[in-house]
C-alpha cells in the first residue's frame, strides 16, 4: 500500500487530509511537530510527502530542503499543501524541492488526482 506522510502543526488539517487520502486506499501516517518529521519518515519510508509550509522550526521550507539533502529522500515526491498563495512562497519551495504546490483552500479533486499523479510518476 502507497504511504504518504503528512507534516502540519494544525491536527484539524490532518485530521481531513487523512480522512480524504485513506478513502482514495493510500496509507496515512501524520506528524504534527515538524522537528520530529525526520524521524518519522525514517522510520516509515514513505512513497510520498504533503508538507505544510507555515510550522514552527524547521517550516516547511526547510523540512522540504532536509528531505532532499537525505540520499533515501532525494527522490520522493513532494507535494507542498499551503495557505501561502504567493509567488514568491512557491519559488522558493520549488527551489526547496518541493515536486508541487497547492494552496489552501483546495477542491479535494484537485488534491488526489495531484497525489496520484505525483505518486504514478515514481513509478
Known amino acids: 500500500m502507497t504511504k504518504i506522510l503528512i507534516v502540519d502543526d494544525d491536527i484539524q488539517t490532518t485530521a481531513m487530509l487523512e480522512m480524504i487520502l485513506s478513502a482514495e486506499g493510500y496509507e496515512t501516517i501524520s506528524e504534527n511537530v515538524s522537528s520530529k518529521a525526520m524521524q518519522v519518515a525514517d522510520s516509515i519510508n514513505p512513497d510520498l510527502f504533503l508538507l505544510d509550509l507555515m510550522m514552527p522550526e524547521p517550516d516547511g521550507f526547510k523540512l522540504c530542503r532536509m ?13 507542498i499543501v499551503t495557505a501561502l498563495n504567493d509567488s514568491d512562497s512557491q519559488v522558493v519551495a520549488y527551489g526547496a524541492g518541493a515536486n508541487d504546490y497547492l494552496t489552501k483552500p483546495y477542491h479535494v479533486d484537485e488534491l488526489t488526482q495531484r497525489v496520484k499523479a505525483l505518486i504514478n510518476k515514481t513509478r
Not at 67 to 79: G, N, S
Open 67 to 79: 528531505l532532499r539533502a537525505d540520499p533515501k529522500f532525494a527522490h520522493t515526491p513532494i507535494l
